[in-house]
């Protein structure tokens, strides 16, 4: 399973994002890909108010704020055959 993470240096919410996502990858092997949001244009338009984002399968799943109990949630959802969905709640 693919998780990606569009965030930026300094940023505190992109850190505490990554600390959930590292902590929920030690239960739930993944592949963590990084990117910087500054590196694409239409990435940085889309989402530059958002930061961090998380997608999983390919679907915006969260962003801002992470809670672990949630990713992991999702993530089983993913295991399991069924279709990871946009998180409720997590945008303000």
Same mark, same amino acid.
């Given at each position: 399973?693919?998780? $990606? ?7 505190? &919410? ?6 959930? =996502?590292?902590?929920? $990858? @030690?239960?739930?092997?993944? #592949? =963590?890909? +990084? @990117?910087?949001? $500054? ?24 962003? &801002?704020? &992470? +809670?672990?109990? #949630?990713? @992991?949630?999702? &993530?089983? $959802? /993913? ?8 998180? /409720?709640?997590? @945008? #303000?």
């Amino acid at each position: 399973m693919i998780v $990606r993470i569009y965030s930026k240096p300094n940023c505190c &919410l992109c850190d505490q994002a990554k600390a959930v =996502l590292e902590r929920v $990858r @030690e239960r739930i092997p993944f #592949e =963590l890909i +990084e @990117e910087d949001i $500054r590196a694409d244009p239409a990435t940085f338009a889309a989402y530059r108010y958002d930061i961090p984002v998380v997608i999983i399968d390919g679907r915006d799943t969260f962003k &801002l704020r &992470l +809670e672990e109990s #949630e990713v @992991e949630a999702s &993530l089983q $959802r /993913g295991i399991n055959g069924t279709p990871v969905a946009d998180s /409720g709640g997590q @945008e #303000e």
